[in-house]
């Protein structure tokens, strides 16, 4: 099955609407979201992969708006905490910042780095 559609889970929500080819592989330009409380992701998608440019907004409402590669933070992105200020503005490599400036969280409660 191919083309345009949406997939749905069992109970009925969507994970994904946009374009399908051979089995189906998401692809093209869609909004996919793997589960109720999962991230979604809107954007282009290659091979069922995040690819091009998109934005992954998570539950917590802090969102990264950039470039993608095998479904990783790959080239120039902007990580942005809820109210818009920005966490770390560069380029990113394989998911993690590569260069730039910004305050860079590893998680909530451990290290911080600005520069």
């Given amino acids: 099955m191919s083309g345009q559609g949406t997939l749905l889970k069992p109970d009925g929500t969507k ?4 374009e399908f080819v051979k ?10 979201r793997s589960h109720a409380n999962g991230p979604i992701y809107s954007g282009q998608i290659k ?3 995040y690819n091009g ?17 095998n479904g990783l933070f790959n080239g ?4 942005k905490k809820e109210d818009g200020t ?6 990113f490599r394989d998911g993690q910042p590569w ?14 780095y600005v520069g």
């Fill in 15 to 18: 994970e994904f609407t946009g």
């Fill in 99 to 112: 260069t730039g400036s910004g305050e860079h969280r590893r998680c909530a409660t451990c290290e911080i």
């Fill in 47 to 49: 091979n069922g992969k």
């Fill in 86 to 91: 920005f966490i770390f503005v560069g380029e």
């Fill in 23 to 32: 089995d189906l592989k998401m692809n093209g330009v869609g909004e996919h």
């Fill in 76 to 79: 120039r992105g902007v990580t």
């Fill in 53 to 69: 440019q998109g934005t992954l907004t998570y539950s917590n409402k802090e969102s990264y708006v950039g470039e993608f590669k």
